[in-house]
Structure formats: structure tokens, C-alpha cells
């Protein structure tokens, strides 16, 4: 399922810890503090547990959220550099 990660990180070297990590979980950068990828529950359960030691200021936050097929598609995406909230728009039958 598609997953968006956003955060707040105050300590410059615990978000670049945070973010190769994201990468490192197949999670790609659509903004400074945000990512966006599948996820499997397990992955996702993993993630939530490891990512859990970057929040060490009392303002520090992460978010993963999970995005079904209708939010997703729903979503509006106002930029200039051409992101997309999906990358591959496809109807697929269950």
C-alpha cells in the first residue's frame, strides 16, 4: 500500500540519519521532510519501530500514512517541479 512518511526533526544530523533510511526502505523524497513508497504492514511495523529513535526533541514528529487507492487518487499536488503524489495512475481488478 502506498505510504506517505512526513517528519520534523530538529537535529540536522538525526533527519539525514532519518532520511537514508527512508531511502533504505524503497521510499522516495517528494519533498524536504516527506517521502512516498509501498509499504507492506510488515515493512511498515518495521519502519515505525526503527524510525521511533529519531524523535528525541520534545517537537519532534513523524507521520506514516497510509494512503488507500481512492485518497491517493484524490489527492491534489500543487507544484512546480512536477511531483506526483502517484507515479503510476492504473486501475487494477481484485
Known sequence: MLHLVVYDITDDGNRTKLSKLLERFGLERVQYSAFRGDLNPNDRDVLARQVAKFVKDENDCIFIIPL????SSAAVVVSNTGVELVK????EFV
Open 68 to 71: 488507500c487507492h481512492r485518497c
Open 88 to 91: 503510476d495512475k492504473k486501475v
